[in-house]
C-alpha cells in the first residue's frame, strides 16, 4: 500500500514510517555525484529534472 503511494516502508513488517520515493531518487542522484555539495546538488537536480523529461537549456552542468 505504501509503495503504491510513492512512499517507502522503513521497515519490512508492520512499518509505522515511510521515505518519500521522490526524496529516494534524489539521494540517489546526489549520491551518484558525491563531491562538491553545491556542484553533486546541483548536478543531481539536473538529473531528476532530466530523467523526468525536463530538459535544461543552458549546457553548463
Same mark, same amino acid.
Given at each position: 500500500? /505504501? $509503495? &503504491? #503511494? %510513492? $512512499?517507502? @516502508?522503513? %521497515? @519490512? %513488517? &508492520? @512499518?509505522?514510517?515511510? $521515505?518519500?520515493? +521522490?526524496? /529516494? ?7 551518484e *555525484?558525491?563531491? +562538491?555539495?553545491?556542484? =553533486? /546538488?546541483? =548536478? =543531481? /537536480?539536473?538529473?531528476?529534472? +532530466?530523467?523526468r523529461?525536463? *530538459? $535544461?537549456? %543552458? #549546457?553548463?552542468?
Amino acid at each position: 500500500m /505504501l $509503495v &503504491q #503511494n %510513492s $512512499v517507502f @516502508p522503513t %521497515s @519490512p %513488517s &508492520q @512499518p509505522c514510517t515511510g $521515505v518519500s520515493v +521522490d526524496l /529516494l531518487e534524489i539521494y540517489r542522484a546526489l549520491f551518484e *555525484r558525491s563531491c +562538491d555539495a553545491i556542484t =553533486a /546538488l546541483a =548536478a =543531481a /537536480l539536473h538529473t531528476i529534472y +532530466d530523467r523526468r523529461g525536463f *530538459r $535544461v537549456i %543552458s #549546457n553548463r552542468v
